[in-house]
């Protein structure tokens, strides 16, 4: 077992274990196996030793029932997480206006100093970590209020800095602590202060970054690349939160100036932008299904398989919904789902081979 | 202890609210560099709520949308020419509306008149074109309008000295086509927004303007060497 570094690896092994009990108990059943008495109490008993020892270290899943409440339990941690940061920001707007401004600060200053120490007290207490990311989520949407209220406070020009503030902080605790949520937080956060700046360097008011899709391209394009410039051995499955964010901003982003020409730096007319774009987004978004079978990454495959849909779908209305009629623009529709099934098939079936 | 992970945290959160209260403290250090009293009709309160207690004032002006007269000399293809704008498509083209369309918006420091003779030319106009509103038009709309644009503060102030009736601000400004029917095409500046309308009215003035709820009010307002505004004066 000393070869097993992270959860997930203790995980896997401890769905194995199950597997193989499982195909076991029916090959008995079938008469295909026959395991003397001491044989299958010592098989029985090596199983239990491994599952206790995974448990133990990595507060792993042992059964189909524990499975099912970890399930519940990241959900509820969630929503607990999401409904918490809305408390917060209400509860503060509820009293700050009977505040003097020295009070107001030290307040908002202080809401996520403590937040941090009850993510760490938190992280300290249980492995699972359940708590401690509903603690940092907490932490990270007592800063967000913080930074957002000192602008109303002192009536500030709004800046793209705070981007880059709150970013560092989702960063920070997410690597101390290893919560993929803040990880997702952070690169959010970081790339629109990036893509914000990038903005400002081409002589558009940070604000509108949106407005030139090339930017926020660029910016989902490094965070795609980042996990293959820095390896992270130590917590494997934050690249995982790098691709699918980086993706999910570029698909976007390309979405974005599909469906509006004009926010391109393409000096031709929107709509050939838009047309462009819609080519781009169906050769990403196949592109990004090939790689993710390729390299197995079921969430890269399902992303580009979504994205590849919309771009079809707006790609197919520009060109046919005038002239078609609407029942064999939709026939059409069917068809090529239809077509990308048995294509997703075949695949399927060439790697089981 | 993940102590980094806390050092790390806690030292962002410190450095960020440190750097924004010095960038207060610069703003503020220079003195004030304009300073003008406005009554409720240019900033009406946004109301505070049981779920939001905190008071805030909205700096309102006249962009000419209703009733749709515009105010001031407005802004022409030569005056955004000068802001940075690219102008050199005709209005009448082709490519007209997508490429001033496409043509990001600048920031800009917006001259705005308080109670001035372009506020009494624009009333006419707009009693005239909307008389159902004239008793609003008169005695409760803002007073205040664009009457010019520029890339200098300072240049601009020479040219509007009076502190009491110009206010300088930074806004957005975006170049746009108008078409009007029997008149040709032609390309003007419009002020998008201003980069801060939203002002927090802190104690003792929040507590004034509670109990003066519904009644008149005077709010004087200073900005310093950024143009960040503040409440520095609250009377009946």
């Not at chain 1, 705070?162 to 902080?169: K, P, R, S």
């Not at chain 1, 009629?325 to 079936?349: D, E, M, N, S, T």
């Amino acid at each position: 077992m000393d070869e097993i570094l992270t959860k997930r690896q203790a995980q896997e092994r401890a769905n194995r274990i199950s597997a193989f009990r499982e195909e076991l108990a029916q090959l008995e059943r079938e008469g295909a196996l026959a395991l003397s008495e001491e044989q299958r109490q010592g098989v029985e008993r090596r199983l239990a030793q491994t599952l206790a020892a995974l448990a133990e270290r990595f507060d792993v899943d042992t059964s189909e029932s524990q499975k099912q409440i970890s399930w519940g339990m990241r959900i509820a941690s969630t929503l607990g997480g999401l409904a918490l940061c809305a408390a917060v920001f209400l509860f503060f707007y509820r009293f700050w206006g009977a505040l003097g401004t020295a009070a107001q600060g030290g307040i908002l200053v202080a809401a996520p100093l403590g937040a941090v120490l009850l993510t760490d007290f938190a992280a300290r207490r249980e492995r699972t970590l359940y708590f401690a990311s509903l603690a940092a989520m907490v932490a990270f949407s007592c800063f967000v209020l913080d930074l957002n209220v000192m602008g109303s406070i002192f009536n500030l020009t709004p800046s793209p800095h705070a981007f880059l503030a709150w970013g560092a902080f989702a960063l920070i605790l997410a690597y101390a602590y290893r919560l993929r949520l803040l990880l997702a937080a952070g690169l959010v956060c970081v790339g629109t202060w990036a893509a914000a700046n990038l903005a400002t360097l081409c002589g558009i008011y940070w604000a509108q970054f949106p407005t030139r899709a090339e930017n926020v391209v660029a910016v989902g394009l490094i965070l795609l690349a980042l996990p293959a410039l820095r390896p992270h051995r130590r917590i494997p499955e934050f690249p995982w939160v790098y691709r699918m964010i980086g993706l999910l901003v570029v698909f976007l982003a390309v979405l974005e100036v599909a469906l509006w020409g004009g926010w391109s730096y393409l000096a031709i007319e929107p709509k050939n932008a838009e047309r462009c774009y819609q080519l781009v987004g169906l050769a990403a978004s196949a592109g990004a299904i090939w790689a993710g079978i390729r390299r197995r990454m079921p969430g890269i495959v399902n992303l580009g398989a979504a994205f590849f849909v919309v771009f079809l779908y707006i790609r197919l209305h520009v060109a046919l919904w005038d002239v078609l009629p609407k029942y064999l623009f939709f026939l059409l529709i069917g068809l090529i789902a239809l077509g990308l099934l048995a294509a997703f098939q075949r695949i399927r079936r060439r790697r089981e081979a | 202890m993940n102590r980094w992970g806390v050092v790390g945290s806690v030292a962002m959160v410190v450095a960020a609210n440190a750097f924004v209260l010095v960038g207060v403290a610069i703003d503020r250090s220079g003195g004030v560099v304009q300073k003008i009293e406005l009554t409720e009709r240019e900033l009406p309160t946004r109301g505070s709520s049981e779920d939001n207690t905190g008071i805030s004032v909205r700096l309102s002006w006249q962009a000419g949308w209703y009733p749709a007269v515009r105010f001031g000399p407005g802004i022409d293809r030569n005056k955004l020419t000068e802001l940075g704008f690219d102008c050199r498509v005709a209005p009448g083209d082709r490519l007209a509306e997508s490429h001033y369309q496409r043509q990001p918006a600048r920031v800009v420091f917006v001259v705005l008149e308080y109670d001035g003779p372009a506020w009494q030319k624009w009333l006419v106009g707009a009693i005239a074109a909307s008389p159902e509103s004239t008793e609003f038009l008169k005695g409760h709309s803002s007073r205040l309008g664009v009457v010019n644009v520029g890339k200098s503060p300072s240049a601009l102030r020479a040219r509007y000295p009076d502190q009491d009736h110009y206010l300088i601000v930074p806004g957005l400004m975006r170049a746009m086509v108008r078409y009007e029917v029997s008149k040709p095409r032609e390309v003007f500046g419009e002020v998008a927004g201003l980069l801060v309308d939203d002002i927090h009215v802190p104690q003792p003035y929040a507590s004034t303007l509670a109990e003066l709820r519904g009644k008149p009010y005077h709010l004087t307002l200073c900005y310093g060497k950024r143009y960040e505004p503040w409440i520095c004066g609250c009377r009946p």
